[in-house]
T-cell receptor
Framework: GNSVTQMEGPVTLSEEAFLTINCTYTATGYPSLFWYVQYPGEGLQLLLKATKADDKGSNKGFEATYRKETTSFHLEKGSVQVSDSAVYFC????????????FGKGTLLTVNP | DGGITQSPKYLFRKEGQNVTLSCEQNLNHDAMYWYRQDPGQGLRLIYYSQIVNDFQKGDIAEGYSVSREKKESFPLTVTSAQKNPTAFYLC?????????????FGPGTRLTVT
C-alpha cells in the first residue's frame, strides 16, 4: 500500500535559519500529497498540498514540490520563526481509499530565538 | 465560523468506566474520522464514517465504538475493553469532490485513565 517516511526529529534551529524536513513516499500512481502542522496542544491543520507531479504547494512561507523522480515531497522554509515550532506530518491517501490518509510519524521542530 | 469542536479538552476517568468523547462539525462534511495519537507516534485511525448511519473500522478499532446518527456528530466511546485508553484523541472531517482527502481536525481531547 501507499506509505510515507519522514526524517526523524527532533529538529532544532535558530530563528531565521533555513528549514528542510524530508518526506519520501511509496505509492501506486500519483496521489495527492499533504503536509499538516500540529502546534502544541492542538489538532492538526492542513499546511499545504500538491495534487500532481511537479506541483508546488505553498503556504505561510513554507513550500514543498511533488517530485516523482525522487518520490519526495520535502518541506522547506527559508527563514523560520519561533512561532513555527510544531510537529509536521507528511501524508498521502491510502491506496484504494477515497477517504483514508496515511500519515508519517511526524517531525518535531523547535525554533529558538 | 465553521469548524470542528471536541469536548471536553481534558477528560479523566477511572479504569473500568466507559467514556464518550464528543465531536461536532458545522462544515457540512460527509466524512468524519477518529484518530488516536500517542507520544512520539503518528496518527492511528480508529473509526471513520463516510455518511450518516454508516461507519467502518480503522486500524485500531478494538475497545472503541462510534455512532453516526447525524451528519454533524460523530461521538466516540472508549470502552473498558480498551487496554491502554490514555491518549490524545483527534476528530476530523473531510468534504467530498475534488478536496476529498483534505481533512480538517478538531482541537483534540486528552483522555487520562487511572
Amino acid at each position: 500500500g501507499n506509505s510515507v517516511t519522514q526524517m526523524e526529529g527532533p529538529v532544532t534551529l535558530s530563528e531565521e535559519a533555513f528549514l528542510t524536513i524530508n518526506c519520501t513516499y511509496t505509492a501506486t500512481g500519483y496521489p495527492s500529497l499533504f503536509w499538516y502542522v500540529q502546534y502544541p496542544g492542538e489538532g492538526l491543520q492542513l499546511l499545504l498540498k500538491a495534487t500532481k507531479a511537479d506541483d508546488k504547494g505553498s503556504n505561510k512561507g513554507f513550500e514543498a514540490t511533488y517530485r516523482k523522480e525522487t518520490t519526495s515531497f520535502h518541506l522547506e522554509k527559508g527563514s523560520v520563526q519561533v512561532s513555527d515550532s510544531a510537529v509536521y506530518f507528511c501524508a498521502l491517501p491510502e491506496r484504494g481509499s477515497n477517504y483514508k490518509l496515511t500519515f508519517g510519524k511526524g517531525t518535531l521542530l523547535t525554533v529558538n530565538p | 465560523d465553521g469548524g470542528i469542536t471536541q469536548s471536553p479538552k481534558y477528560l479523566f476517568r477511572k479504569e473500568g468506566q466507559n467514556v464518550t468523547l464528543s465531536c461536532e462539525q458545522n462544515l457540512n462534511h460527509d466524512a468524519m474520522y477518529w484518530y488516536r495519537q500517542d507520544p512520539g507516534q503518528g496518527l492511528r485511525l480508529i473509526y471513520y464514517s463516510q455518511i450518516v448511519n454508516d461507519f467502518q473500522k480503522g486500524d485500531i478499532a478494538e475497545g472503541y465504538s462510534v455512532s453516526r446518527e447525524k451528519k454533524e456528530s460523530f461521538p466516540l466511546t472508549v470502552t473498558s475493553a480498551q487496554k491502554n485508553p490514555t491518549a490524545f484523541y483527534l476528530c476530523a472531517s473531510s468534504p467530498t469532490g475534488t478536496s476529498l482527502h483534505e481533512q480538517y481536525f478538531g482541537p483534540g481531547t486528552r483522555l487520562t485513565v487511572t
